[in-house]
């Protein structure tokens, strides 16, 4: 970078930010930059626990493939200000796409908020996307997400679709929410909510050190829990116990988490995953012993305690993140679809055209099988998950 000489008796200029960009495909990548990583994600108001760097290292080290990462960075000044992290798409047509296949309901890229619209540039401009069948596609994209200034600032081919619809209730004291539902399911719930009370159940904020007995805990009632619905094959996995325990431990250490568990009676009934960031709080995993269903009501239980922590901690929005369960309906919840992004090289409009025409048979596919067979979407989406 050039130094500027001042003349005397002439105003002080700054000189220009310097940009740089670096891909980095090493397996270790994220380790190498997890510290920046995570301080760059309190300085990006739209990052959520999904992108911060436990859940990302933790998710590569588990599900990735060796030689398959690929991680942006933009720095301003040698400080970082843009990072995204993918994975190489198997394949004859290649490509890349997001971390966290099934596994993450939102993905994203960090920006720093001071910069973002000029960190946006760099970065599109740095990605590895220069053959006419190699295209970047990310799934679950918040619609207000940082990546949405990537796809601004790209210049080549791009698309978007709607994705999976995820559900969003204001973070409010209990007796506020229950004013948005009908009078007869208020009262309903009120009293649910009391005999919850009277039962004496006692909820316990999970200290990181105690997280893997909490979510060995959590994953055996999941299985009680559904054994007899049928559970999503990817949770009885071994993998995905590992890395559930690794991330979850790291997002609880940096208060980017908070495992609840719940006793009645001496014996663990229920143990609750909420993921926390700035914008909103999200209900990602439980489990619940069968046994308490006879006795309380499983989703006022746990619900309350999600809604407590999220309001306690001053966060805005409470998520219900995917699916459509009856229990969140009860609720009445706000409805925004994610979206799909394709983006490809310049002057790939042929390419650009089958990759559209892909998604669009997948997404009526669904829909036609969806309306015939109701149960039949939750079922792939569980298995898209697996």
């Known amino acids: 970078m050039s130094t500027e000489t001042r003349g005397a008796g002439l105003p002080a200029q700054s000189a220009a930010p310097s940009w740089t960009t670096e891909l980095r ?30 859940w990302q290292r933790s998710w590569w080290r588990h599900y990735g493939r060796p030689g398959g990462l690929v991680v942006v960075l933009v720095r301003r000044d040698g400080r970082l200000v843009g990072a995204g992290a993918f994975r190489r ?22 920006l720093d908020d001071e910069c973002a619209d000029r960190a946006a540039t760099e970065f599109a401009a740095a990605l590895p996307l220069t053959r006419p069948w190699h295209w970047l596609e990310l799934r679950e994209v918040h619609p207000e997400a940082a990546v949405q200034r990537v796809y601004a600032q790209w210049r080549g081919s791009r ?23 009908p009078g007869k399911t208020a009262q309903r719930s009120r009293v649910k909510l009391r005999k919850i009370a009277e039962a004496g159940v006692q909820v316990r904020s999970t200290p990181p050190e105690d997280v ?11 299985f009680l829990q559904w054994q007899d619905r049928g559970v999503t094959p990817e949770h009885r996995s071994e993998r995905f116990a590992r890395h559930l325990t690794e991330s979850t431990t790291g997002l609880v250490a940096t208060g980017r988490a908070a495992v609840h568990q719940f006793h009645l009676d001496g014996q663990l009934v229920a143990v609750n995953l909420l993921l926390l960031c700035p914008s909103f709080g999200g209900l990602y995993l439980y489990g619940a012993h069968p046994v308490l269903r006879e006795r309380l009501d499983i989703a006022g239980l746990l619900f309350g305690a999600a809604l407590e922590e999220t309001v306690g901690a001053g966060i805005p929005v409470l998520g219900l993140l995917r699916g459509q369960e009856p229990y969140k309906q009860r609720w009445r919840p706000d409805r925004l679809p994610n979206q799909r992004l394709l983006l490809g090289p310049a002057g790939a409009a042929p390419a650009a055209a089958v990759r559209a025409g892909a998604v669009r048979a997948r997404q009526a596919a669904a829909h036609q099988l969806g309306t015939r067979f109701p149960g039949l979407k939750e079922a792939l989406l569980a298995r898209r998950r697996a």
């Open 25 to 54: 495909c090493e397996d270790d990548a994220l380790d190498a930059v997890a510290e920046e990583w995570d301080d760059l994600a309190a300085r990006c108001r739209t990052a959520t626990f999904f992108q911060a760097a436990a």
């Open 89 to 110: 798409r198997g394949g004859p047509l290649g490509g890349l796409t997001g971390l966290g296949d099934g596994l993450a309901d939102y993905t994203d890229v960090l």
């Open 159 to 181: 698309r978007r679709f709607e994705d999976s619809l995820c559900q969003y209730l204001p973070a409010v004291p209990m007796e506020r929410l229950l004013k948005r539902v």
């Open 212 to 222: 893997p007995d909490a979510l060995a805990g959590l994953l055996r009632l999941h």
